[in-house]
């Protein structure tokens, strides 16, 4: 009688931390900001949202699948590495909403052309694919993109109001 409940503890105790993970509410952005800078720190897997130079809130992402190094061509499944700009805002995305990120810039067109292959580009922040939203935080656990950077769909609906296109991005290693 003993081995069984230590089996079915065993069982229960890692699927309720799950279940108190995904319900656990997050930190939410506070209403009407406006954010003004960007900083994703790949190695962390955070997004540092700026507002009047004070940091107001840190985003748990997701990358491309090949996460360590910057982006040098299209295809290779990294996200870029360096300074750029919110370019775009997308309501309609096959990934709930995005922000454009406005990959290639000069020296990556540049490396890509000394590799002899493109550069790629439509490189986005982006929410969830579309009719798989209930992975929710869940899909932090890996690297899924193909070289952009995820977050929630709550979290991507935030982002979508408080940064307006020009807001610049600076992509950390």
Not at 44 to 73: D, H, N
Not at 156 to 166: C, F, N, Q, S
């Amino acid at each position: 009688m003993r081995k069984s409940k230590i089996i079915w503890l065993i069982i229960f105790l890692p699927f309720l931390g799950l279940i108190i993970y995904y319900f656990s509410p997050e930190k939410k952005l506070p209403a009407d900001i406006q954010i003004d800078k960007l900083v994703v720190l790949k190695s962390k897997r955070q997004m540092l949202a700026y507002s009047e130079g004070q940091l107001v809130k840190t985003y748990k992402i997701s990358l491309g699948k090949q996460p360590i190094g910057a982006k040098e061509f299209q295809g290779d499944k990294k996200t870029p590495e360096g300074l750029y700009f919110i370019n775009d805002k997308n309501p309609h995305s096959g990934y709930h909403k995005n922000l454009g990120i406005s990959y290639p810039n000069k020296e990556d067109i540049n490396k890509a052309r000394t590799l002899g292959k493109p550069p790629g580009g439509d490189i986005k922040i982006h929410g969830l694919r579309n009719k798989a939203g209930l992975i929710g935080k869940f899909h932090r656990w890996i690297d899924w993109t193909l070289g952009c950077i995820a977050v929630t769909n709550q979290e991507m609906d935030e982002l979508y109001y408080a940064v307006k296109i020009g807001t610049p991005i600076e992509i950390r290693p």
